[in-house]
């Protein structure tokens, strides 16, 4: 079992459309998530940071968290072509590095 | 800019050579990590620092690879004798300490081994 786990894609959606994307870890101690956006030939962006079971809202973004079923995900509301990229689930393991996911690779239709 | 800096953003380099690559935190940020992604993955941890101190390396981190930050600011990695399995991107990330603190990544360093 992979310790971050993705959903598959590539997911395609319209414009204006809500994206979802899930991530699963396998490490019951862990304490901080984060999303990250890669554009194609990019870096990694820090997008959100989650901490506490529930909801956390940053503009079109919602990250959702459930500790006890190690489930975290992120809503794009109102998806735009310029959120097309592939995002990055990571997990605060212990020394606060971090462990990813393979990335989901989405692409807004206009 | 008072981002994460990575120099070079590329590197070709032919197999059995030795390459050097730098990254300058953000300023205030006490803590700087590396990591290596290749296509179509996440990126894979590979060593931190908390100021001068190597905390934690990476088994991925193999006997040809170093890494130093001499004064706690500035990084390098060293990979020696390159093979072609290193071809990769090379990111550098840094943060302030602490458990869970966010890390923020500089533009990378893409290594080709040919």
């Known amino acids: 079992q992979k310790e971050v786990e993705q959903n598959s894609g590539p997911l395609s959606v319209p414009e204006g459309a809500i994206a979802s994307l899930n991530c699963t870890y396998s490490d019951r101690v862990s304490q901080s998530f984060f999303w990250y956006r890669q554009y194609s030939g990019k870096s990694p962006e820090l997008i959100m940071s989650?901490?506490?079971?529930g909801d956390k809202e940053d503009g079109r973004f919602t990250a959702q968290l459930n500790k006890a079923s190690q489930y975290v995900s992120l809503l794009i509301r109102d998806s735009q072509p310029s959120d097309s990229a592939t995002y990055l689930c990571?997990?605060?393991?212990?020394?606060?590095?971090?462990?990813f996911g393979e990335g989901t690779q989405l692409t807004v239709n206009p | 800019d008072t981002g994460v800096s990575q120099d070079p953003r590329h590197k070709i380099t032919k197999r059995g050579q030795n390459v050097t690559f730098r990254c300058d935190p953000i300023?205030?940020?006490?803590?700087l990590y590396w990591y290596r992604q290749t296509l179509g993955q996440g990126p894979e941890f590979l060593t931190y620092f908390q100021n001068e101190a190597q905390l934690e390396k990476s088994r991925l981190l193999s006997d040809r690879f170093s890494a130093e930050r001499p004064k706690g600011s500035f990084s390098t990695l060293e990979i020696q004798r390159t093979e072609q399995g290193d071809s990769a991107m090379y990111l550098c990330?840094?943060?302030?300490?602490?458990?869970?603190?966010?890390?923020?990544f500089g533009q990378g360093t893409r290594l080709t081994v040919v």
């Open positions: 300023s205030e940020h006490n803590r």
């Open positions: 990330a840094s943060s302030l300490a602490g458990e869970g603190v966010e890390a923020f």
């Open positions: 989650i901490y506490s079971n």
């Open positions: 990571a997990v605060g393991t212990s020394g606060s590095r971090l462990t």
